[in-house]
């Protein structure tokens, strides 16, 4: 969900970006981190817990607790909540730690 | 309070010593750190095992030590785990005389048993794919060699120890030991006198300053040596790749992180753990050179610890002439991690008067003072 209107401050008309998530277009605006983005497209569940898989969201925003890391463009670990959000990009959740090859 | 046995410091070797003394039956021992256990270099240390020396001396106490570390937790009745990885250690060769060192290194360690072998440029990148072999000769492989969780295996020591009636006094600091007609009498600590015939200096980078509280002078000195932590990602590595004239260790632990470390050439010989951004650069380059893909991976953190160096790059085990009940197991030079448990059990044969497991005359104290050539260990980092 985004904020569209607000009775103090103004949210101007951004330009949409398209991206995919796991394969799935979707529309970002300009502006929006990755993870901003995916949750303007109602997806919570970034990443997932690496011993019991458990769903794992938006924590601490700042890029310091890797919560959201996900896959992007092939690169993994990607800090999704600082990252911002640009034409084309290709958005995956990651199995596990990360694989590097 | 009185100690059959007292020993100084709780890291990995004061463990080993107490629990291989308590399982001989020996009762009373007490073990006096001023932090806790594995506080010190134990806790700091890259917790790499290996059998791959150049001296025999270092080759039989790693294998007689590895071989412990496979059985470590069945022995102990550990219920966690030690985390034993055991899957080698890939030691480069970088110029043609570490080529020419690497072959003679391995005919001494085959000599012993040890399964080492020398190893082309392109076997190495099967065995390690993301290793960049342009940089490199040669190498040596040995699967036996591994990597262990240090926490653990001092905690595994610790417990077992406990179990059988050892008495751990931490944190509690010792200020002083007395002795009276050339043989120990006392520890004297921040918070008691504990009488005591037999006091063990197994304190790590501080154990030149204990002997001297016994009037005892040894050739040790600290030196610090960095190390940090890459954030985790799925396993790449399985063996420690080494080099020694490129300064690099470099290991992918089972949670999945690397942890690498290097040498300071210019380290002054102090107690100094700090860390410094000099270290990360260096280690950064070095590290890109030959395992290129891990220089893509963020640094969680780093840190430091004291090696203890001998003039010969080998520990120093045994009684001491000067000070009868003055017993020493310091001087590891960075390898004391992985020789504690033949540092515990050659310390419990010499405390106990047994005929001891190894000969001990090259590691004793005075191989230093009687002006005999010392062969010095190169295959340190």
């Not at chain 1, 990252?83 to 990009?89: K, N």
């Not at chain 2, 190893?119 to 000769?137: C, G, S």
Request: a neutral charge; charged letters at 20%; glycine letters at 10%.
């Amino acid at each position: 969900m985004r904020i569209e209107q607000h009775p103090i401050l103004d949210f101007p008309e951004r330009k949409p970006i398209a991206f995919t998530f796991e394969g799935g277009p979707m529309l970002g605006r300009e502006g929006d981190t990755i993870a901003a983005a995916l949750h303007a497209n109602g997806i919570s569940a970034l990443s997932e817990s690496s011993e019991l898989h458990r769903p794992r969201g938006f924590y601490c925003a700042i890029g310091n607790c890797s919560s959201c890391h996900m896959v992007v463009d092939g690169i993994p670990n990607v800090k999704t909540c600082i990252t911002p959000l640009r034409e084309g990009m290709a958005v995956t959740r990651q199995a596990g730690k990360g694989a590097y090859r | 309070m009185n100690a059959e046995i007292l020993i100084i410091g709780a890291g990995i070797s004061g463990t080993a010593i107490a629990w291989n003394l308590a399982r001989k039956g020996q009762k009373n021992i007490v073990v006096v750190d001023s932090g806790y256990p594995a506080c010190g270099a134990t806790g700091r240390c890259g917790a790499g095992v290996r059998e791959q020396w150049a001296t025999k001396m270092n080759c039989l106490m790693a294998q007689k030590s590895i071989a412990f570390f496979e059985q470590a937790n069945e022995i102990l009745e550990y219920p966690d785990d030690v985390e034993f990885k055991q899957e080698g250690y890939l030691i480069l060769a970088c110029t043609p005389e570490e080529d020419a060192q690497f072959t003679k290194n391995v005919a001494l360690q085959n000599s012993l048993g040890i399964p080492s072998r020398k190893v082309t440029r392109e076997e190495a990148k099967q065995i390690v794919p993301h290793l960049n072999e342009k940089a490199i000769l040669s190498a040596t492989f040995c699967g036996k060699d591994g990597h262990l969780n240090p926490f653990k295996m001092t905690d595994a020591f610790y417990r077992a120890a406990k179990r059988l009636g050892v008495v751990f006094l931490f944190p509690e600091t010792v200020e002083g030991i007395d002795v009276s007609d050339g043989k120990v009498v006392a520890v004297r600590t921040d918070k008691r006198t504990i009488a005591t015939s037999k006091v063990v200096d197994a304190a790590g980078g501080f154990s030149g300053e204990i002997a001297k509280m016994a009037g005892v002078s040894i050739p040790v000195y600290p030196e610090r040596h960095e190390i940090l932590v890459t954030e985790p990602i799925e396993k790449i590595q399985g063996p420690m790749v080494m080099s020694f004239s490129k300064n690099l260790y470099c290991q992918q632990v089972p949670h999945g992180s690397f942890v690498m470390g290097r040498g300071d050439p210019g380290a002054k010989h102090d107690h100094d753990i700090s860390s410094g951004w000099r270290f990360l650069d260096e280690m950064a380059k070095t590290v890109r050179e030959f395992l290129p893909l891990v220089a893509k991976l963020r640094v969680i953190r780093q840190w430091a610890g004291s090696y203890t160096m001998s003039p010969d790059r080998q520990p120093i085990l045994g009684t001491v002439p000067e000070v009868e009940g003055f017993y020493l197991a310091c001087g590891f030079s960075g390898h004391g991690f992985m020789f504690a448990p033949m540092t515990g059990l050659l310390m419990s044969e010499v405390i106990l008067g047994e005929p001891t497991t190894l000969d001990m005359t090259e590691l004793s104290l005075a191989r230093f003072h009687q002006n005999q050539a010392i062969e010095i260990e190169k295959s340190v980092v």
